[in-house]
T-cell receptor, first 110, second 114 residues
Framework: TQLLEQSPQFLSIQEGENLTVYCNSSSVFSSLQWYRQEPGEGPVLLVT?????EVKKLKRLTFQFGDARKDSSLHITAAQTGDTGLYLCAGWHAFNDMRFGAGTRLTVKP | KAGVTQTPRYLIKTRGQQVTLSCSPISGHRSVSWYQQTPGQGLQFLFE???????NKGNFPGRFSGRQFSNSRSEMNVSTLELGDSALYLCASSSLAGEGLEQYFGPGTRLTVT
């Protein structure tokens, strides 16, 4: 079982729709990171959330860190085809290794 | 600023052979981490090097090893390759080490073991 559970695993939506991706754990993380990965490339860091209850906005992307620092969500408003990719959440576990969720594969259709 | 570079980009090896992958971090970055990505297991942490010292290690067998040079470039070696070692191997660099660091990933080396 993954330490970080992401849902949904796959998501296919039309351009213009809104969506939310979730990242949940039974463990507390001091920070969580969100990445986006496109085919043939490495993950690209989108944001780091550090404080419980924190909300960060990056244009049409809104990231939230749960109050208990065990979960996080990524909300995309008015999705565009360029948002297509694999979204990964990650966090440091026990201060000695970084754990990634299995990812949410998002497809935005024109 | 040039990004993280990894060589080679693609590699095909036979079971039992060994392989060495190379990673050049962003200029000025002293931390390099290595990850294995497979469809079944996702992204898994291999190890992290900072200033030529291995700081952290994931749960992989001893066949996986690495090192970092004084110019922060890093190499990863896998000995006695198994079919299950087929994966995308990613390295990431950071100016700092450890928790909270912001990592910049390279494009990866796609290793196929036959």
């Amino acid at each position: 079982t993954q330490l970080l559970e992401q849902s949904p695993q796959f998501l296919s939506i039309q351009e213009g729709e809104n969506l939310t991706v979730y990242c949940n754990s039974s463990s507390v993380f001091s920070s969580l990171q969100w990445y986006r990965q496109e085919p043939g490339e490495g993950p690209v860091l989108l944001v780091t959330v550090v404080t419980g209850g924190e909300v960060k906005k990056l244009k049409r992307l809104t990231f939230q860190f749960g109050d208990a620092r065990k979960d996080s969500s990524l909300h995309i408003t008015a999705a565009q085809t360029g948002d297509t990719g694999l979204y990964l959440c990650a966090g440091w576990h026990a201060f000695n290794d970084m754990r990634f969720g299995a990812g949410t594969r998002l497809t935005v259709k024109p | 600023k040039a990004g993280v570079t990894q060589t080679p980009r693609y590699l095909i090896k036979t079971r039992g052979q060994q392989v060495t992958l190379s990673c050049s971090p962003i200029s000025g970055h002293r931390s390099v981490s290595w990850y294995q990505q497979t469809p079944g297991q996702g992204l898994q942490f291999l190890f992290e090097y900072f200033s030529e010292t291995q700081r952290n290690k994931g749960n992989f067998p001893g066949r996986f090893s690495g090192r970092q040079f004084s110019n922060s470039r890093s190499e990863m070696n896998v000995s006695t390759l198994e079919l299950g070692d087929s994966a995308l191997y990613l390295c990431a660099s950071s100016s700092l080490a450890g928790e909270g660091l912001e990592q910049y990933f390279g494009p990866g080396t796609r290793l196929t073991v036959t």
